[in-house]
């Protein structure tokens, strides 16, 4: 029971500043805390991904199991992990004006890479 009392004198002193907030200045502050809290796991999915993260991307893009472990598998080989398997196929879907499903399918069979690695200012290799 010791503890509580504790706990209360203790918040009794951390809220002090937020005594005379008015609900709108409270909802601002709440809302840059919990930036605050989110930013480093935001910039940590955008800095780091794996083969299984990307595989379950080309998944919900319609490709079987199969198909996409070929893509990432390709993907990582052409140095674009970092822009994501999925990213990849869109990438040239778009610049190819193809469904999701073609895009896929020429990367599968060694198409189109030269044109998305441009596009992203990667240089090819090998």
Same mark, same amino acid.
């Given at each position: 029971m010791n503890d509580d009392k504790s706990r209360m004198d203790d918040y009794k002193q951390r809220h002090t500043h937020l005594k005379n907030k008015t609900d709108g200045e409270l909802k601002t502050y709440f809302w840059s805390l919990a930036e605050k809290a989110v930013n480093p796991l935001i910039h940590l999915a955008r800095t780091h991904t $794996?083969?299984? &993260?990307?595989?379950?991307?080309?998944?919900?893009?319609?490709?079987?199991?199969l198909e996409a472990k070929v893509i990432v598998e390709k993907t990582i080989e052409h140095g674009l992990i970092g822009k994501g398997a999925g990213h990849v196929v869109y990438r040239l879907s778009q610049l190819n004006d193809l469904s999701i499903r073609?895009?896929? $399918?020429?990367? &599968?069979?060694?198409?189109g890479w030269k044109t998305v690695k441009e596009s992203f200012g990667v240089t090819s290799r090998g």
């Open positions: $794996s083969p299984a &993260i990307e595989r379950s991307v080309l998944l919900r893009m319609g490709f079987s199991s073609d895009a896929g $399918s020429r990367l &599968i069979n060694d198409e």
